[in-house]
């Protein structure tokens, strides 16, 4: 009887310890395959670094755009809280300008720009850049089993190559300030700019809600058409589903 129930304790305590080996096992399963984080969106503040005061004075203070990005997240099979991420995106900024066109039509070198503030000016004036960007991020989760409900951070590098730029100048003004005319006059080129893009990042932040910043390795114009201008974007990251 005793050798039964010694048995029979045994097989209990088998069947136990199985079931936490394949519940654990299957929540960890279900940690790894699950998509986490694979739709950002991001609203920037932009600034330029490495202008030169001739150019920066002419430089609002608020830039803003928006970066948007799809994502497929893979955790490390040993440690779900850390994983590697890598998509695809639309990566935008934006300049803006009191007093001053950025000539990037003119064609010649170097890149114009042109003060205005003793002559007919644009009320509101910008610079704006579209990149298609492929961005690969190192991800830590703390609680990955409740992503939403999680202490985040992410540090990665992306690469883009530009879609576009252009300015746009609205209501033309005289020296004054009068008015003289509601057109808008958009130019496109991307003949001045470094269509390569290769910026460091990162983000921290709880749940959906992160901050980031992306810094520019490379120059925003080619070499020789203008000064050794990078993009610092810090701004604030929506992720999830």
């Known amino acids: 009887m005793r050798k039964l129930s010694l048995g029979l304790f045994a097989l209990i305590t088998s069947v136990a310890a199985f079931s936490q080996t394949t519940d654990t096992k299957t929540k960890t399963s279900e940690i790894i395959s699950r998509a986490g984080d694979h739709f950002m969106i991001q609203i920037a503040q932009n600034s330029w670094q490495g202008t030169p005061d001739s150019i920066d004075s002419h430089i609002k203070g608020f830039n803003r755009s928006g970066n948007v990005y799809l994502m497929l997240n893979k955790p490390f099979k040993g440690d779900p809280r850390f994983a590697a991420a890598f998509g695809i995106g639309i990566g935008t900024s934006a300049i803006y300008f009191k007093k001053m066109n950025v000539n990037i039509g003119a064609g010649s070198s170097p890149l114009p720009f042109v003060a205005t503030d003793s002559s007919n000016h644009y009320k509101k004036y910008k610079l704006a850049m579209t990149y298609a960007e492929i961005p690969v991020e190192f991800r830590y989760t703390a609680n990955p089993a409740?992503?939403?409900?999680?202490?985040?951070?992410?540090?990665?590098?992306?690469?883009?190559?530009?879609?576009?730029?252009?300015?746009?100048?609205?209501?033309?003004?005289?020296?004054?300030?009068?008015?003289?005319?509601?057109?808008?006059?958009?130019?496109?080129?991307?003949?001045?700019?470094?269509?390569?893009?290769?910026?460091?990042?990162?983000?921290?932040?709880?749940?959906?809600?992160?901050?980031?910043?992306?810094?520019?390795?490379?120059?925003?114009?080619?070499?020789?058409?203008?000064?050794?201008?990078?993009l610092l974007q810090v701004g604030l990251t929506i992720s999830g589903l």
């Open 146 to 230: 409740t992503p939403n409900k999680s202490l985040k951070a992410a540090i990665g590098l992306k690469i883009g190559t530009m879609l576009g730029a252009h300015t746009k100048g609205k209501n033309l003004q005289s020296k004054t300030g009068t008015a003289i005319s509601s057109t808008t006059d958009k130019v496109s080129s991307t003949s001045y700019f470094n269509t390569t893009r290769l910026s460091a990042t990162a983000r921290v932040g709880y749940g959906v809600f992160s901050l980031f910043g992306s810094y520019g390795l490379t120059p925003v114009f080619k070499d020789g058409v203008a000064e050794n201008i990078k």
